[in-house]
């Protein structure tokens, strides 16, 4: 007797095809997804970079400027306010705010003056400053930031001495 030698086809299924077909795509969208958010993370995180490199700028740009200069709102807006920090056209409608707040006196009113769109306007102006022995000089970046297109608000406070540290 003669037996027939048929071998067992193997294959797949159409359901197994289309159950490996699912977990590859959602395999792919979620590391699509996952680079989308990883680089939104990026995207912030050199935003917040320049946001900070601009105060710093802002800062040693006030600490080498002389006291008469630092109290005159005019020079200011002329000489410090009217040019680009370094990283700030990265940002998205960035603007700063420079306040200028007597220190450890009773002097009252401020100096302020808001930079937005490449223009430099002077809020308020106290001439009293250039007589106060210190300054609070409070700094402040604004720019939008994503996912959201939402204000971030980054800012910095220094105290300026008349005469520098040694006097």
């Not at 977990?23 to 912030?44: C, K, Q, Y």
């Not at 007597?102 to 808001?114: Q, R």
Request: with cysteine; hydrophobic share 45%.
């Amino acid at each position: 007797m003669i037996l027939s030698r048929l071998y067992p086809q193997g294959g797949t299924t159409l359901i197994e095809a289309i159950i490996a077909a699912g977990l590859s795509a959602l395999f792919l969208g979620s590391l699509f997804a996952m680079n989308t958010a990883s680089m939104t993370t990026i995207r912030m995180a050199r935003d917040s970079a320049c946001a900070s490199q601009i105060l710093q700028q802002r800062v040693e740009s006030l600490r080498i400027a002389n006291w008469h200069q630092i109290t005159d709102a005019v020079w200011l807006k002329d000489n410090l306010l009217n040019v680009d920090a370094p990283g700030a056209n990265q940002l998205k409608n960035e603007s700063e705010t420079l306040t200028l707040i007597p220190y450890g006196s009773s002097t009252p009113g401020n100096t302020k003056l808001i930079r937005a769109n490449r223009s430099t306007t002077i809020q308020n102006q106290n001439g009293a400053l250039l007589g106060e022995s210190m300054l609070k000089a409070v700094w402040t970046v604004t720019y939008f930031a994503p996912p959201l297109d939402e204000p971030v608000t980054r800012q910095t406070l220094v105290i300026l001495a008349k005469g520098g540290v040694a006097k």
